[in-house]
């Protein structure tokens, strides 16, 4: 017996997995622990924390998920039973909440099996308060809400578990205060700020949450989203370098919430709210014009004979510099069936020569027969300066507002013309962007997409001849039937 109960503390105190399980059962005792592969890559994102391989984390997932227990409770408690010097900062919503998360730290390490498991890690005599517990070896875990004062406080680790609850998510002025916090105050407390770690658990309640205003700001946050059902295929990494297949569809977990459950839940909560707190891809109240059941997947391009010409599609930025918007390209492979393939999207920030040098390249790497550049802004310039450099470019004007384009263009995803593949590195950003327009921070990629797709009164097509017309599909392999363009 004391072989066995030496085992399990080795177990707990090199296994957060198992740690995370045992935490579970001391403060839910009678309910039943579900292991699913969500749990272990939550783990072992949280491993990743600890060991200073990441730096900047969110975790992204729907309510009842385990994501409290495992962030505000059984993560600290690990960290400190290994390193009882270690400061932690553990933040959420409310003064209430952020109590709550503090009693339930405090009941894990009063436990008989953690006291035996982590001999050194102790509550000491000075600080063990709701707010405040401080170890012998002067390491703590304090708590605190979005907005509280931190002042002349630091940490190692700063945890914040859902910053902003659902009630408050259509409030600009709640959103707003709760990611100023963010900046002036909590990512100013890491004690050493080139390997002090932060980490955000939350469920998405609006698109300008902290998560979407964090993501808007860089790039440098490591993001684990995890949807209640899979809107596509996806390997998510797991502990020991192992994946796990997730097939668009699945739920997250369906022992506890099974297909039928979340369909039902989605018709009592309503469409937006479900997008956003269980699917982590919010959407304005009105917005998202373009319905993501309307878009086919592809797994393979058209055969050769199949394809018509390809174009790109450029909405470049105002101003060509590094700091300025994004500048977009779109490439898309047109059928004889009408059908739009989109297989490559280029997006980046980049001063003019860069700028200037990517339209030749992209134009030459794709073949493109067409390329539509945005006659505004830089737009204007590079159409002047390319022209006889590259193939096929022509400057176009935009006609009505981006919304009003989109409206249009929108007609051909739900007509089932446009295809997106199934995977894609630049897959996610796009479909953060095209479904939740107009209510995305950005919307340079839809604007690429509207002009492309546009093929009436505001696109190249309607500026070719009937013969330019008739020598285009002669040069794809079509028989030319003359028609008068209308």
Same mark, same amino acid.
């Given at each position: 017996?004391?072989?066995?109960?030496?085992?399990?503390?080795? +177990?707990?105190?090199?296994?957060?997995?198992?740690?995370?399980?045992?935490?579970?059962?001391?403060?839910?005792?009678?309910?039943?622990?579900?292991?699913?592969?969500?749990?272990? /890559?939550?783990?072992?994102?949280?491993?990743?924390?600890?060991?200073? &391989?990441?730096? *900047?984390?969110?975790?992204?997932?729907?309510?009842? @998920?385990?994501?409290?227990?495992?962030?505000?409770? /059984?993560?600290?408690?690990?960290? +400190?039973?290994?390193?009882?010097?270690?400061?932690?900062?553990?933040?959420?919503?409310?003064?209430?909440?952020?109590?709550?998360?503090?009693?339930?730290?405090?009941?894990? +390490?009063?436990?008989?099996?953690? *006291? @035996? =498991?982590?001999?050194?890690?102790?509550?000491?005599? $000075?600080?063990?308060?709701?707010?405040?517990?401080?170890?012998?070896?002067?390491?703590?875990?304090?708590?605190?809400?979005?907005?509280?004062?931190?002042?002349?406080?630091?940490?190692?680790?700063?945890?914040?578990?859902?910053?902003?609850?659902?009630?408050?998510?259509?409030?600009?002025?709640?959103?707003?205060?709760?990611?100023?916090?963010?900046?002036? =105050?909590?990512? @100013?407390?890491?004690?050493?700020?080139?390997?002090?770690?932060?980490?955000?658990?939350?469920?998405?309640?609006?698109?300008?949450?902290?998560?979407?205003?964090?993501?808007?700001?860089?790039?440098?946050?490591?993001?684990?989203?995890?949807?209640?059902?899979?809107?596509?295929?996806?390997?998510?990494?797991?502990?020991?370098?192992?994946?796990?297949?997730?097939?668009?569809?699945?739920?997250?977990?369906?022992?506890? &919430?099974?297909?039928?459950?979340?369909?039902?839940?989605?018709?009592?909560?309503?469409?937006?709210?479900?997008?956003?707190?269980?699917?982590?891809?919010?959407?304005?109240?009105?917005? /998202?014009?373009?319905?993501?059941?309307?878009?086919?997947?592809?797994?393979?391009?058209?055969?050769?004979?199949?394809?018509?010409?390809?174009?790109?599609?450029?909405? !470049?930025?105002?101003?060509?510099?590094?700091?300025?918007?994004?500048?977009?390209?779109? !490439?898309?492979?047109?059928?004889?069936?009408?059908?739009?393939?989109?297989?490559?999207?280029?997006?980046?920030?980049?001063?003019?020569?860069?700028?200037?040098?990517?339209?030749?390249?992209?134009?030459?790497?794709? !073949?493109?027969?067409?390329?539509?550049?945005?006659?505004?802004? =830089?737009? !204007?310039?590079?159409?002047?300066?390319?022209?006889?450099?590259?193939?096929?470019?022509?400057?176009?004007?935009?006609?009505?507002?981006?919304?009003?384009?989109?409206?249009?263009?929108?007609?051909? $995803?739900?007509?089932?013309?446009?295809?997106?593949?199934?995977?894609?590195?630049?897959?996610?950003?796009?479909?953060?962007?095209?479904?939740? $327009?107009?209510? @995305?921070?950005?919307?340079?990629?839809?604007?690429?997409?509207?002009?492309?797709?546009?093929?009436?009164?505001?696109?190249?097509?309607?500026?070719?001849?009937?013969?330019?017309?008739?020598?285009?599909?002669?040069?794809?392999?079509?028989?030319?039937?003359?028609?008068?363009?209308?």
């Amino acid at each position: 017996m004391a072989s066995e109960a030496r085992l399990l503390e080795a +177990l707990l105190r090199n296994d957060f997995r198992a740690f995370l399980r045992k935490v579970f059962t001391t403060l839910s005792p009678g309910q039943t622990y579900v292991n699913t592969w969500h749990i272990e /890559a939550v783990a072992q994102r949280l491993e990743r924390v600890r060991r200073g &391989e990441i730096r *900047r984390l969110i975790i992204n997932m729907p309510p009842r @998920s385990l994501k409290s227990i495992a962030s505000s409770v /059984a993560f600290p408690a690990f960290v +400190l039973g290994l390193d009882p010097c270690r400061r932690i900062i553990c933040v959420s919503y409310s003064a209430d909440l952020a109590k709550k998360h503090s009693n339930d730290f405090r009941a894990v +390490l009063e436990s008989p099996w953690y *006291r @035996s =498991t982590f001999p050194n890690a102790r509550i000491g005599p $000075f600080k063990n308060s709701e707010t405040e517990i401080e170890l012998t070896a002067r390491g703590f875990r304090l708590a605190t809400s979005v907005g509280g004062t931190l002042t002349g406080r630091g940490g190692d680790i700063i945890i914040i578990d859902d910053p902003l609850k659902p009630d408050d998510a259509l409030s600009e002025a709640k959103r707003s205060a709760a990611n100023q916090w963010f900046m002036n =105050t909590a990512l @100013s407390r890491l004690d050493d700020k080139r390997i002090g770690a932060i980490v955000i658990v939350m469920q998405r309640v609006h698109v300008d949450d902290l998560t979407g205003f964090l993501l808007a700001q860089s790039d440098e946050w490591d993001v684990l989203s995890l949807p209640a059902i899979a809107e596509c295929d996806e390997a998510i990494p797991l502990w020991g370098d192992r994946m796990y297949l997730r097939k668009s569809g699945e739920a997250l977990s369906p022992k506890r &919430e099974p297909l039928d459950v979340l369909d039902a839940l989605k018709l009592q909560i309503g469409s937006d709210a479900f997008s956003a707190q269980y699917q982590q891809s919010p959407a304005p109240p009105g917005g /998202a014009m373009v319905k993501r059941h309307w878009v086919k997947r592809y797994s393979g391009l058209p055969p050769a004979s199949e394809r018509l010409f390809t174009l790109q599609s450029w909405d !470049t930025a105002s101003n060509g510099g590094p700091d300025n918007d994004w500048s977009v390209c779109t !490439t898309w492979i047109v059928t004889r069936k009408k059908l739009w393939y989109l297989v490559d999207v280029w997006r980046r920030r980049v001063d003019y020569p860069t700028l200037k040098a990517r339209v030749q390249t992209l134009a030459n790497k794709w !073949t493109a027969r067409r390329v539509l550049v945005e006659d505004a802004g =830089t737009g !204007t310039s590079l159409v002047q300066e390319l022209r006889g450099q590259v193939s096929g470019i022509i400057a176009v004007k935009p006609n009505g507002d981006k919304v009003s384009r989109m409206a249009v263009a929108s007609a051909k $995803f739900e007509a089932g013309e446009v295809l997106l593949p199934e995977r894609a590195s630049w897959l996610p950003d796009l479909e953060a962007e095209l479904f939740i $327009f107009p209510g @995305s921070r950005h919307d340079d990629q839809c604007d690429s997409i509207s002009q492309a797709l546009l093929n009436k009164n505001n696109s190249w097509i309607s500026c070719l001849t009937p013969q330019q017309w008739a020598t285009l599909i002669e040069k794809a392999g079509r028989p030319v039937v003359r028609r008068r363009m209308i």
